[in-house]
């Protein structure tokens, strides 16, 4: 049974571009969690979202991000325009109903 | 606001000998609380949890207490040994089972020495 994946492992835009985020629970799980960790901080909650559905999106900025998890394919985590602030480690978890979050391995984002 | 808070940013501990590591909390509607540990380049793996209706929980070498009126946890790892060396999280949750909105900790980075 493969982990939670994340793809890419890293990616590099220049301000003003959109960066794509991709992230394949694991078999099974159906609920999905989407975090921001920024250098020397810990991780702060963006999005939760299950198949077709955004239960809760309180911890994403109002403007330029969007995450969905489509009935088919993986949850996708789209910040459109990124500056530089936007640096970080994403990391998406996913989890069975009631089980503990697994956590992918995280996408790097480097805004130059 | 910081709500899970982990005033160590770093603790150096001997082989053999006991890791504690501490984390306070401020909003006590958190009833149930996880520690999540993590290496460079990985996502954080779960390690040990506690519900608010124990004040201790024991898996092999890790141990959680949890004093709830104090708004204290801690994590003991006895013994240490050198692959234990990697940030720990601390987290805490309103609930436990269905929808888990946890809120993390800034890490405190362990290393055990040889």
């Known amino acids: 049974n493969a982990g939670v994946m994340q793809n890419p492992r890293h990616l590099v835009r220049r301000r003003g571009q959109e960066a794509r985020l991709r992230c394949s629970p694991m078999?099974?799980?159906?609920?999905v969690y989407w975090y921001r960790q920024l250098p020397e901080e810990g991780l702060k909650f963006m999005v939760y979202?299950?198949?077709?559905?955004?239960?809760?999106e309180s911890g994403m900025p109002k403007e330029r991000f969007s995450a969905e998890f489509p009935k088919e394919g993986p949850s996708i985590l789209r910040i459109q325009q990124v500056v530089r602030g936007d640096s970080a480690a994403y990391f998406c978890?996913?989890?069975?109903?009631?089980?503990?979050?697994?956590f992918g391995p995280g996408t790097r984002l480097t805004v130059l | 606001d910081q709500q899970v808070k982990q005033n160590s940013p770093s603790l150096s501990v001997q082989e053999g000998r006991i890791s504690i590591l501490n984390c306070d909390y401020t909003?006590?509607?958190?009833?149930?609380f996880l520690w999540y540990k993590k290496y460079p380049a990985e996502g954080p793996t779960f390690l040990i949890s506690?519900?608010?209706?124990?004040d201790k929980n024991e898996d092999g070498r890790f141990t959680v207490f949890l004093n709830k009126s104090a708004k204290h946890l801690s994590l003991h790892i006895v013994p240490s040994q050198p692959g234990d060396s990697a940030v720990y999280f601390c987290?805490?949750?309103?609930?436990?089972?269905?929808?888990?909105?946890?809120?993390f900790g800034t890490g405190t980075k362990l290393q055990v020495i040889p």
């Open positions: 506690i519900s608010s209706i124990k």
């Open positions: 987290a805490a949750s309103p609930s436990w089972g269905g929808y888990q909105k946890v809120t």
């Open positions: 909003n006590s509607m958190f009833d149930y």
């Open positions: 078999k099974g799980h159906s609920h």
């Open positions: 979202l299950q198949k077709e559905n955004i239960i809760d």
């Open positions: 978890a996913s989890s069975p109903e009631g089980g503990h979050q697994f």
